[in-house]
């Protein structure tokens, strides 16, 4: 199947810092990128839709301003979650969607394990 | 996206087949069954997706019911590394904009 990278796979920072979150789709072009959050024993959930060349569709509940998204190609999504807090301690997962025809398919990457501190 | 409902747990023998159901009444017809896992710490996988016809491919089969309302995945030959959660996700092309939902998902134990 596709590829999807993530980049850093952990980071630990300290509280008020800001940290960035690449997403990369390897080996096909993606106009739409989604970034998830899960905390332990948690399935996941997510939290904004990234539109290559557009602004960024955020569910409900999650702050714009905190979570900065950027879609500047068809292949790189980046994250930056803003002065980040111990509970903004989680997983965060990207995926990229490639279409095909009518079908779509959504990989994702590995993931980035953040801890705030 | 319509609602789909798993067993929270299931365990299968090493070398057996493990077959993972999913419930979903609510499909629309142009809805696809997607199937993921995720194993302990790493980004979901992607296994399988359907519409109407079952689907084999290297990892697993999905059979999808006439009436499109279950389905279950198939691992043919379950190995110790198949232990994960597996999320059964349905979901329209274009619709709700791609956006996928997971719910809890089955957590599957390959046991020796």
């Known amino acids: 199947g596709a590829v999807v990278s993530q980049h850093p796979s952990w980071v630990i920072c300290k509280s008020g810092t800001s940290v960035k979150i690449e997403c990369r789709s390897l080996?096909?072009?993606?106009?739409?990128m989604f970034w998830y959050r899960q905390f332990p024993k948690q399935s996941l959930m997510l939290m904004a839709t990234?539109?290559?060349?557009?602004?960024?569709?955020?569910e409900q509940g999650v702050e714009k301003d905190k979570f900065l998204i950027n879609h500047a190609s068809l292949t790189l999504s980046t994250l930056t979650v803003t002065s980040a807090h111990p509970e903004d301690s989680s997983f965060y997962i990207c995926?990229?969607?490639?279409?095909?025809?009518?079908?779509?398919?959504?990989?994702f990457g590995p993931g980035t394990r953040l801890l705030v501190l | 996206d319509a609602k789909t409902t798993q067993p929270t747990s299931m365990d299968c023998a090493e070398g057996r087949a493990a077959n993972l159901p999913c419930n979903h009444s609510?499909?629309?017809?142009?809805?696809?069954v997607y199937w993921y896992r995720q194993i302990h710490s790493q980004g979901p996988q992607y296994i399988i997706h359907?519409?109407?016809n079952n689907e084999t491919n290297e990892m697993a089969s999905l059979i999808i019911t006439e009436d499109r309302k279950s389905s279950t995945l198939i691992l043919p030959h379950a190995t110790l590394r198949d232990t994960a959660v597996y999320y059964c996700?349905?979901?329209?092309?274009?619709?709700?904009?791609?956006?996928?939902?997971f719910g809890d998902g089955t957590t599957l134990t390959v046991k020796p």
């Open positions: 996700i349905v979901r329209g092309y274009n619709t709700n904009a791609g956006k996928s939902t």
């Open positions: 609510t499909i629309s017809g142009n809805e696809y």
């Open positions: 359907g519409l109407k």
């Open positions: 080996d096909f072009q993606a106009t739409t």
């Open positions: 995926s990229a969607r490639e279409e095909r025809g009518n079908q779509e398919t959504q990989y």
């Open positions: 990234s539109n290559e060349g557009s602004k960024a569709t955020y």
